[in-house]
């Protein structure tokens, strides 16, 4: 049965973070659609992993046979996060927009699966699996905005999981998820809950669609 790597980074919990409540969503349908499937889970804000270190990166370009003790435990921890992404036959992401960019605990996660020459290079090797990012943001960074030059995420994810790591990439973007909760955006109450409302269904879809095409 099909695997699910499940990634959550957002520091709040539950429904207080809005990428959290469309993974949850999504999963749901995913594990309805495999319900004897596995379900790989990494909460980042709950349970980090290490960030990168010198001994852990140099260990990825030196042979296993010549590391030194420190190499050895550095790149163990490393080697895990490889091998749950190179098991998976799909991958979700939870990524909600800080100052710009991601999370520095969804960056560690990045930096320790980048490993030239294995998950990145000539030949990836989880090449063509399919990734959905929920990338949650406050305000709207899409075309056409004022605030478009900023958007750090999709731009940033696109360059290191579809074209370091060449996985499938596919984007759910709920935005201006401060409205309800800043007076001065409450004029754009209505056009956060149709991002909401749509992001839940693009959850149930896209879960729904993928679950059938690895069915196939």
Do not use: C
């Not at 063509?128 to 899409?142: L, N």
């Amino acid at each position: 049965m099909a695997t699910l790597l499940h990634i959550d980074s957002s520091v709040f919990p539950g429904g207080a973070s809005a990428s959290r409540a469309v993974t949850e969503t999504f999963r749901k349908i995913w594990e309805e659609q495999h319900p004897e499937g596995t379900v790989i889970y990494r909460d980042l804000s709950v349970d980090p992993v290490p960030h990168i270190t010198a001994h852990a990166h140099t260990a990825g370009f030196a042979d296993p046979d010549a590391h030194t003790p420190e190499q050895a435990a550095a790149f163990a921890e490393r080697l895990e996060l490889i091998e749950e992404l190179e098991r998976a036959d799909a991958v979700l992401i939870g990524a909600p927009m800080y100052n710009y960019t991601i999370p520095s605990t969804l960056k560690a996660w990045l930096d320790n699966v980048i490993l030239f020459g294995r998950t990145s290079g000539e030949n990836p090797s989880a090449k063509g699996t399919p990734v959905t990012v929920v990338a949650s943001r406050g305000g709207s960074y899409a075309p056409g905005t004022p605030k478009e030059p900023y958007e750090y995420v999709q731009n940033y994810l696109t360059a290191t999981l579809a074209d370091m790591l060449a996985l499938d990439l596919d984007f759910i973007v709920p935005e201006l998820t401060m409205a309800p909760h800043n007076p001065a955006m409450a004029e754009l109450v209505p056009l956060f809950e149709t991002s909401r409302d749509r992001a839940f269904q693009d959850a149930t879809t896209k879960a729904k669609a993928l679950a059938e095409r690895l069915a196939a």
